[in-house]
């Protein structure tokens, strides 16, 4: 994969083992997402029915949160309500430079 991208005038391609590289990687990161969300929901369901509040053993430290209210500063209110406060107290803030990545 020396070539990662091909340029041919103004057209910009990846070779059909990069595209492929990069599709079962995506696939594969989402199988693994699913298989650690249902893990965690299976992990969650037996703490909460055993009153377990932590497990902390030399491998794991899983601590039990429970539902709880808590308090968010509605930005994008508060900006259309009040524009000119807003504006004095924004920052803008640089963010790295990265790519996007969507499986059709």
Do not use: W
Not at 11 to 35: G, H, M, N
Not at 78 to 86: H, I, L, M, Q
């Amino acid at each position: 994969m020396a070539n990662i991208i091909e340029r041919t005038g103004s057209d910009v391609t990846f070779s059909k083992e990069v595209c492929e590289r990069i599709i079962s990687l995506e696939k594969q990161a989402k199988e693994i997402k699913k298989q650690q969300d249902s893990m965690k929901k299976e992990i969650l369901d037996a703490m909460k029915k055993h009153g377990i509040l932590k497990i902390d053993n030399e491998f794991l430290n899983i601590a039990f949160i429970p539902e709880h209210a808590t308090e968010r500063f509605d930005s994008k209110t508060f900006k259309k309500e009040n524009p000119d406060v807003y504006d004095l107290y924004a920052k803008i803030l640089k963010v790295k430079p990265s790519i996007r990545i969507t499986v059709k």
